[in-house]
Each structure stands twice: as C-alpha cells, then as structure tokens.
T-cell receptor
C-alpha cells in the first residue's frame, strides 16, 4: 500500500463549481499535512498546511480526519486559474521528511 | 529573498556519462531534500539532509546515485554512469524546522539521458 494515495482524476468542473479532493495516508503516526499545487512543467508550490481543527484560506478549505486517516481539500467558486495538479503531502512523525501523493488533476472549464 | 536555486535547468547527456545536479537552498533552512519526478512514479524522495548531514538515503535508487552537502548553502546530486531510465525532473527543496512548515522547491532540472 502506498504511503499517500490520491485519485489521479482528472476532475473536469465548470467555472464557479465547488470541487473536493480526498487523500488517504497509511502511517497513523503522521504529524504534519499539506496541500501543494503543481502547474504543468513547474515545481510544486505550497498551497496550505492542514491543521487538526481544519483551516480555510479564501476559497480553499482543508480538513484532517485522523481517525479515518484522510485529508481533504475543498475549492469553492472554481476559477480557470485553479486548473493544476493538487498534491497531498504527509510528514510522518519523527522523520522530518515530506511524502507526496501522485496528485489529483483538476481542469476548470469555461 | 531568493528561493531554492537549481542548476542546470535542462541537461541532455549520453548514456554512461556522469551528471551533476546542483542546488542552493534558501538561506537559514536546515533541511534539504532531493526528489525525482516521473509520470509513472510521481514525486519520489531520494535523500534528505539535516544541517548538512544525510539523514535518510533509502530512496536513492542504486549505487550510481550519490548526494553531498559540503556546506549549508550547497548540495549536489551525482549520477555516474547515467542511464536512459534516469530521465526525469529532479527537484531540490529546503525547509526550516521539524516538518511542520512545508518544503519549498527549486524550479527543477529536467534530465534527459539518450
């Protein structure tokens, strides 16, 4: 089983739609969680950290469910510029390294 | 403030040649990571350093790969000899602290071995 698993998509949604991605992780001792965004032929960029209580940044909401070992990302009012691959990242406790999922591709359509 | 700087941006080399990729982390960051990205396998962690010391190299695919960090502002990833299956984008990333702040990536080196 992979350490971090994501649905590869693509998710094709119209502009203005709400879309949600989930990601599951296998190491129950994982301590830090993030969502990254990667545009085609670019480097991954940190989108937001994911906190136990859930957190929001504008149109983006991230949530963590430790019991079920998954994190989610919700994007409201999708923009064309949101089209990208979204990578789920987990940092296992005591290791200080970042394990990436293979990403979920989002296409926002006009 | 400058981000993570990698060089070269693109490298095309012949099978069997030595390839050296370079990275300058963000000043003040104490962790440095080397990743490889391919369509088939996604982003794989190859090795990471803390305060210039290699901590975990379990992701290094084989003995042909080696990485060094002689000081806090420079790291290299070397492949010798290179093979066509090493073709990928190699990213360097750095972070500060114990995994809670996220890592920041350089623009990557696109390696093609022919």
């Amino acid at each position: 089983r992979k350490e971090v698993e994501q649905d590869p998509g693509p998710f094709n949604v119209p502009e203005g739609a709400t879309v949600a991605f989930n990601c599951t992780y296998s190491n129950s001792a994982s301590q830090s969680f993030f969502w990254y965004r990667q545009d085609c032929r670019k480097e991954p960029k940190l989108l937001m950290s994911v906190y136990s209580s859930g957190n929001e940044d504008g149109r983006f909401t991230a949530q963590l469910n430790r019991a079920s070992q998954y994190i989610s990302l919700l994007i409201r009012d999708s923009k064309l510029s949101d089209s990208a691959t979204y990578l789920c990242v987990v940092s296992p406790s005591g290791t200080y390294k970042y394990i990436f999922g293979t990403g979920t591709r989002l296409k926002v359509l006009a | 403030d400058a981000g993570v700087i990698q060089s070269p941006r693109h490298e095309v080399t012949e099978m069997g040649q030595e390839v050296t990729l370079r990275c300058k982390p963000i000043s003040g960051h104490d962790y440095l990571f080397w990743y490889r990205q391919t369509m088939m396998r996604g982003l794989e962690l190859l090795i990471y350093f803390n305060n210039n010391v290699p901590i975990d190299d379990s992701g290094m695919p084989e003995d042909r790969f080696s990485a060094k960090m002689p000081n806090a502002s420079f790291s290299t990833l070397k492949i010798q000899p290179s093979e066509p299956r090493d073709s990928a984008v190699y990213f360097c990333a750095s972070s500060f602290g114990s995994g809670s702040s996220g890592a920041f990536f350089g623009q990557g080196t696109r390696l093609t071995v022919v």
